[in-house]
C-alpha cells in the first residue's frame, strides 16, 4: 500500500494533484490518496488515525490562509516522522525554510506540471523502499541491521580489509573491501571520494575541491583523481533535490 496525501486550502490544487495521482494507479497499483482543505484537518488525521494509516508521502502547501505549511510539518514531524513531506509553492523564498527547519524532502514551485510531479513522486518512492535496504552486522553475539540511507559514510581499512560504518549513532564494523560494498549501494546517494572513504551525499554539508564538509562536521578528504567525479555527482544530486 501506497498511501499519500495532498493538503492545500485551494481545491482546484487539489484537484489537479489528485488527477495526477488518478494517472498513476497504473505505476502504482496499490495508490491510495487523500485530499485535505485545511492544515488543521490534516493535523487531525495523524492525531486520530492508527500509526499504519499515516501518510508515507505528503504534497503540503506552505501557504494555507491563517496556517503555515512549515510549523504544521514541524508537528506532524512529531507524531510521524517517517513521513516524507514534499512542499508545494509558489515562493522560492521559502525553500531554504522549508529544508532546513522542517526537514522536506523536496519541493515543487507553482504552477506543477504532470511532469514534475511523477519525477519527484518517483524518487520519494524510491526512498520510501530504501528504508527496507539494509546492511547486516553480526559476530558471536549478535546481529544487527542498519538502514543504508541511516549511513553517513563508510570508512574503509584496505589493511585489515574492514569497513567502518559511521551512522549518526553509532560506528558499525564489518570485514569486507570497498568496491564490494560499494556495488550494494545506490550510487544516486553514495559517492566513492577516496579510496578510503565512501560518503552518502544526503549527509553532505559542504563539498571544496579537496574535501567533503558532513552534518556531523566530520571533515573527509576528495582525492585529486576523484574530484571532478565526486563534484559532478554531487551537482546532479543537487539538481535532483532542488528544482527551479
Known sequence: MLRIGICDDMRSQTTMLSGYLQALTATYPQLTYDPFHCGLELLAH????????????????????????????????????????????????????????????DFLLKPVSQADFDQVLKEAYAKLHARDDVLIFHDKRELTRVPKQDILYIEVLTYARKLLVHTKSDVYERRGRANEIYKTLNHDFFIMIHSSYI??????????????????????????????????????????????
Request: net charge positive.
Open 46 to 105: 495523524y492525531q486520530h488515525v492508527e500509526r499504519r494509516d499515516f501518510f508515507d508521502i505528503l504534497f503540503l502547501d506552505i501557504e494555507m490562509g491563517a496556517s503555515h505549511g512549515i510549523d504544521l510539518a514541524l508537528e506532524i514531524r512529531k507524531i510521524a516522522p517517517e513521513t516524507i513531506i514534499i512542499y508545494i509553492t509558489s515562493y522560492k523564498k521559502y525553500m531554504y525554510d522549508s529544508f532546513k527547519r522542517a526537514e522536506a524532502f
Open 199 to 244: 560518503v552518502n551525499m544526503d549527509y553532505i554539508r559542504k563539498l571544496s575541491f579537496e574535501l567533503v564538509c558532513l552534518e556531523n562536521k566530520q571533515n573527509l578528504p576528495v582525492s585529486k583523481r576523484r574530484g571532478r567525479e565526486v563534484r559532478e555527482a554531487y551537482t546532479q544530486f543537487l539538481h535532483r533535490r532542488v528544482r527551479a
